[in-house]
């Protein structure tokens, strides 16, 4: 197990590299410059660029870019907070613990919501209940995040005014509420619509039918037998949705004015900051492969038969 966490390591560098080079293509690949403005000169224009190393070749200004991250150095904001070391920004000022908590509570919800609900969903197949759950999660999974949002936003923010329809740093329990239903909505439907095919297919199994035979009550099939090797679908599924729910709140805290991490990147992007455009897709993508490594170990927790090792171990 030790030696396949190693290799997963030492691929998950190898990954991270080639995020980056990809990364730094395409940011390259738009004509202009991140300083091109209406009143800015051709002088102007050089000078900033030859302060921050955009006048060098782009296989310099790459190697330069995995040197300071090989140091714990992610550089400088260009243009949002000139100046400012952009690990400040997504460490230190906040944006990136929105995020989180935003993501954490919305991936909480879906968990304790889609889970139970794909159960029941199995447990009372062909019933009104599952037909009931099954057209409310297809339904959940066809809607956009934004519009979703949007008329939560409209419904129970401007027409009934429940809920602020700002929630900036989230200081209260109501300014949790949309933004965490908006976020959470897909991936509780899919988490049902997962769990129940999941369900059913491991109540439809031998080893249940011998428990059935057995006497054993239909509760503790259910809860001992069938949902632990139900849940290894899921438990795939989790690893990327985890990172994906916690960063790709982008849609969410534009529309909700939550000045977290996705926000402030979707503004970088607009503005050409190169290094905070960097730096944020590294972060994800480095989140995003400690979850997939993450999956792999609980796999063995819930069912003790995987076995992590690769054939030639």
């Given at each position: 197990?030790?030696?396949?966490?190693?290799?997963?390591?030492?691929?998950?560098?190898?990954?991270?590299?080639?995020?980056?080079?990809?990364?730094?293509?395409?940011?390259?690949?738009?004509?202009?410059?991140?300083?091109?403005?209406?009143?800015?000169?051709?002088?102007?224009?050089?000078?900033?660029?030859?302060?921050?190393?955009?006048?060098?070749?782009?296989?310099?200004?790459?190697?330069?870019?995995?040197?300071?991250?090989?140091?714990?150095?992610?550089?400088?904001?260009?243009?949002?907070?000139?100046?400012?070391?952009?690990?400040?920004?997504?460490?230190r000022q906040g944006k990136f613990e929105l995020s989180i908590k935003l993501g954490v509570y919305s991936l909480l919800l879906a968990i304790l919501v889609g889970i139970p609900l794909g159960c029941l969903a199995a447990y009372f197949r062909g019933s009104w209940l599952d037909g009931l759950l099954r057209v409310v999660t297809t339904i959940g999974v066809a809607i956009p995040t934004f519009v979703l949002a949007a008329l939560l936003l409209i419904a129970f923010s401007v027409k009934i005014d429940i809920f602020p329809t700002k929630s900036g740093n989230l200081p209260n329990f109501k300014s949790y509420v949309l933004p965490v239903i908006s976020l959470s909505s897909y991936y509780t439907c899919y988490i049902a619509k997962l769990m129940r095919t999941s369900m059913l297919d491991a109540i439809n199994q031998d080893y249940i039918r011998t428990a059935r035979a057995k006497g054993v009550k239909t509760g503790a099939i259910i809860l001992k037998h069938a949902l632990r090797n139900s849940l290894i679908p899921v438990i795939t599924y989790l690893g990327p949705v985890t990172a994906g729910i916690i960063t790709g709140s982008f849609v969410v805290e534009s529309t909700f004015s939550v000045p977290g991490l996705g926000k402030y990147f979707v503004q970088c992007v607009m503005s050409r900051d190169y290094p905070i455009i960097m730096a944020t897709t590294v972060v994800l993508s480095a989140l995003v492969i400690i979850m997939m490594l993450v999956v792999d170990i609980v796999y063995k927790i819930v069912d003790p038969r995987i076995t992590l090792t690769s054939k030639e171990d």
């Open positions: 197990m030790v030696s396949y966490i190693l290799k997963r390591i030492v691929g998950s560098v190898l990954i991270l590299l080639l995020i980056m080079v990809v990364t730094f293509v395409l940011m390259n690949a738009i004509p202009g410059s991140p300083f091109l403005t209406e009143k800015s000169t051709p002088e102007q224009i050089a000078l900033a660029e030859a302060k921050y190393g955009l006048d060098k070749p782009a296989h310099v200004q790459l190697w330069n870019y995995i040197k300071s991250y090989l140091k714990g150095d992610l550089g400088t904001s260009l243009k949002m907070q000139e100046g400012t070391p952009v690990k400040d920004i997504i460490f």
